[in-house]
């Protein structure tokens, strides 16, 4: 497996401080080298930098527009060259808004692509639905097909293009949704495991019917967006908008496992770790060492050895 892996410092996508030193948290645990270990050829393309934006007023209610449409449309090239050279794309996070930019290069780079998206929530507000404006619960309505006539002109996204259909996305972990998401989720017949499914399913389950999901008709890569807070707070503590109630670490690492057995994962995110949500030490280092192995899940570690 060959892998190329960008680091996107960014945090604009809600009001936390800290999300912005993920990337070089992860690296720091050491994940290039671990890759390699377990035989992986590794490119690390660094991280991009993200010029701050003077003055970003909000449109409607979406929060810091100018900051989120810029560093995504930077991200959407940066990845849409790691596909282009031959890579399964590891991107490293940085807030959820990052999906946008993540999703919109890898659809760029051949054919479309299907989503499984990891998450205690849905991230699936338009501008018109959210709760808070924080566009990190919004990116995916940015980017599905039939949701393009529900969002609103916002300045330096007019780049953006859909380029998903409901009908390839799975979501996995749900546990907070807000009623505009719900509506949404249901008016578009998104397929949904909530933890509520998960308990009753049981995760190998989830992951069977999630592949049967997305392969019914012809086999797309994968894009898997992973949000730490689908882990529950006691393995992933630091994370800006925790939920109880969540995967424990042994399912998390499932997921990545029977991704990476179908062969077609295509890319990757692994975002909102946040060290500075982390009280102690312990908690900080739980949440990085957690995002590690989620990554090494999706190239060839087995718990087996
Ligand atoms: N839907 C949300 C949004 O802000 O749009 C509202 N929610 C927080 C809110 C707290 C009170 C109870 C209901 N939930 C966070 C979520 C975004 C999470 C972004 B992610 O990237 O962490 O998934
Ligand atoms: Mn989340
Ligand atoms: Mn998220
Ligand atoms: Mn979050």
Not at 103 to 118: K, N, R
Not at 228 to 236: K, M, N
Not at 242 to 270: F, K, M, N, W
């Amino acid at each position: 497996r060959s892998v190329g892996i960008i680091g996107a410092p960014f945090s604009g996508g809600q009001p936390k401080d800290g999300v912005q030193l993920g990337p070089d948290l992860i690296r720091a645990a050491g994940l290039v080298n671990r890759l390699k270990e377990q035989g992986c050829d590794v490119k690390d393309y660094g991280n991009l930098a993200f010029e701050s934006v003077s003055s970003d007023e909000p449109v409607g209610l979406a929060k810091r527009p100018r900051a989120v449409g810029r560093a995504n449309q930077q991200l959407a090239d940066a990845v849409r060259r790691i596909k282009h050279d031959g890579h399964t794309c590891v991107m490293l996070g940085g807030d959820h808004s990052l999906a946008i930019g993540s999703i919109h290069g890898h659809a760029a780079s051949g054919s479309e692509v299907s989503v499984v998206w990891v998450d205690a929530h849905a991230d699936i507000n338009t501008p018109l639905t959210t709760t808070t404006g924080n566009i990190h619960g919004q990116p995916m309505s940015y980017v599905i097909h039939e949701l393009h006539n529900k969002i609103p002109v916002i300045p330096n996204f007019s780049w953006i293009k859909p380029c998903i259909a409901a009908k390839d996305i799975v979501y996995i972990g749900l546990r907070d949704v807000d009623p505009g998401e719900h509506y949404i989720l249901k008016y578009l017949g998104i397929k949904t495991f909530s933890m509520s499914e998960l308990d009753r399913l049981g995760i190998a389950k989830v992951m069977e019917q999630t592949c049967d999901h997305i392969f019914t008709k012809v086999k797309k890569p994968i894009h898997l967006s992973y949000d730490i807070d689908a882990l529950d707070p006691s393995v992933a503590p630091a994370t800006g908008t925790p939920v109880v109630g969540g995967l424990t670490y042994r399912e998390g690492v499932y997921i990545t496992e029977h991704i990476c057995q179908t062969d077609l994962l295509s890319a990757v995110d692994i975002v909102e770790v946040n060290p500075k949500r982390g009280r102690t030490e312990d908690e900080v280092q739980s949440t990085v060492n957690a995002a590690v192995d989620l990554v090494l899940g999706c190239f060839g570690r087995v718990r087996e050895g």
